[in-house]
């Protein structure tokens, strides 16, 4: 049993129930050891838990190989914020402060919200409980060491990153179209290099980034891994790319030092290294050199920087599945379906004018506003009947995470004896296959079995959207940004004269132009 102490009594206590405990288990890497520290986690507060008349195991929430430095990576830490919020635990045990957070911030911002929600936490290691007041000042100096560690391993791996660039051996982790890997060798791949030679020799000879993008997709010619859909900026990265001439310039991104860690672009503030032969020469130093001229004078004449609208990444096409981009015709803005607008035998819906999609956005509001308790009142109701539905499962969810992690742990063991030479090829497929469709059974099982989280999670949103509706004095007489941003996931585009808007909540809507 973990070694606490004395703390004050929650609602738990009091009605003379054992306190609901919940232990939080995190490893912030994928290899060998640390996953063995990961099973060592889960094996230890099941041992611990077992045999206590006063405390009882709800759950264990485990982040395997997720990193520390950010929240919201971290999916069963998450989840547990949330069960914390839905009155499902009373206290946490976790290893250390390290795993809990590496980030003071929001290690406090938790540790506050936890502690308003009566829910308390002990950190192991230091011996530390939130139960005692006091024990804040520990939190922010055991906090600030963890960051201190990641930033300190942060710095480490960027260092050995720099000496690699500035000795000219620095591998990059991704390759350019038309290049590939042959085990230690960067190699062309001729079908593409050649796509890569056209498109420099049209865009010298006056043809346009969008144009010869069109013409890429009229033809189907594929991008291998990168995709299929060609576009102005993919010509223009290609354009742009030095790599194709053999060398290569490292250090065009640089990563910050403050948490959380974010990728900016080196505008002059960290050196740049310019390593010759690097890669295969596709394109001559002059046809290059000829492109970015021409670029520059093209720049030079004008140009827009690619805004954000509201209506940007929402609209799907209901005929092919492309996403609708924005688009002026006739001096109107209006959205058409991205195939449609390469090539329109390609889709056969056409483009839609924005002013339409609002103002039925605004219609569909208005409904809700005169009919939303009869709509959505009713609705809620039914999701809080099955919220209140005993949940009888958790014993069971709590299993099958431990069969699910029995049978990984199984997997690497296998890995490993193949690595080593005891386990042939054949044997390793055949073990390892089985694991994995007993794996996958557990978890189609896991899903079914946690479907109630997402339940909860509909019915916040429900809430949200009565709220807004309640809160509102008079109908909806122009577009309102925010309120789109906020109710609407996605519109899809079945017809032009048909909008399915797609709301949170889960709820779908149809509207007819």
Known sequence: MPTVT???????????KKIRCAAYCRVSS??????????????????????????????????????????????????????????????????????????TKDCLKNIRELKSLGITVFFEKENIDTAKLTDEMMITIM????????????????????????????????????????????????????????????????????????????????????????????????LMNEKYTGRSVFRKFYTTDNFPFKQKENK???????????????????????????????????????????????????????????????????????????????CELKAIPQDLIYSIFIGLCNKLFCNYKTILKPLQTSLQDLKLKEFTGKTQVM??????????????????????GFLDEAKYIEQTTALTAKINKLQAELKKLTRFDDEDETLDQIDMLIDFFEKRDSPMTEFEETAFESMVEKIVVKSQNELEFHLIGGLQLGEYC
Not at 37 to 47: I, L, N, V
Not at 91 to 97: C, Q
Not at 399 to 420: P, W
């Open 6 to 16: 004395v703390i004050q009594p929650t609602i738990a206590e009091e009605q003379n």
């Open 30 to 103: 994928d290899s060998e050891d640390q996953l063995n520290s990961f099973m060592a986690q889960t094996r230890y507060y099941e041992k611990a838990f077992e045999k206590s008349d006063r405390e009882q195991l709800v759950d264990i929430y485990a982040d395997e190989g997720i990193t520390g430095t950010r929240e919201d990576k971290r999916d069963e830490f998450q989840r547990m914020i949330k069960d914390c919020r839905r009155g499902k635990i009373d206290r946490i045990y976790t290893k250390s402060i390290s795993r809990f957070a590496r980030n």
């Open 143 to 238: 906090g600030g060491l963890a960051q201190e560690e990641s930033t300190s391993i942060s710095q480490n791996m960027r260092w050995s990153v720099q000496k690699r660039m500035e000795n000219g051996t620095f591998n990059p982790p991704s390759l350019p179209y038309g290049y590939m890997r042959r085990k230690q060798d960067i190699v062309t791949i001729e079908n593409e290099a050649k796509i890569v030679r056209d498109i420099f020799t049209q865009y010298i000879n006056g043809i346009g980034m969008e144009t010869i993008a069109k013409e890429l997709n009229k033809k189907h010619i594929d991008k291998g891994s990168k995709g299929f859909i060609w576009c102005k900026n993919t010509i223009r990265y290609i």
């Open 268 to 346: 002059g503030e960290f050196d740049q290294y310019l390593v010759q032969e690097t890669m295969p020469v596709i394109i001559s130093e002059d046809i290059f050199e000829k492109a970015q001229h021409l670029i520059s004078i093209r720049k030079s004449m004008g140009c827009r920087e690619t805004a954000k609208y509201p209506l940007s990444g929402k609209i799907k096409c209901g005929n092919c599945g492309s996403s609708f981009r924005r688009k002026k015709i006739n001096n109107t803005v209006c959205w058409t379906c991205s195939k449609h607008n390469i090539n329109a035998a390609d």
């Open 399 to 420: 299993d099958i995470h431990k069969e699910i992690a029995k049978f990984r742990e199984q997997t690497h063991i296998l890995a490993r004896l193949n690595t080593k």
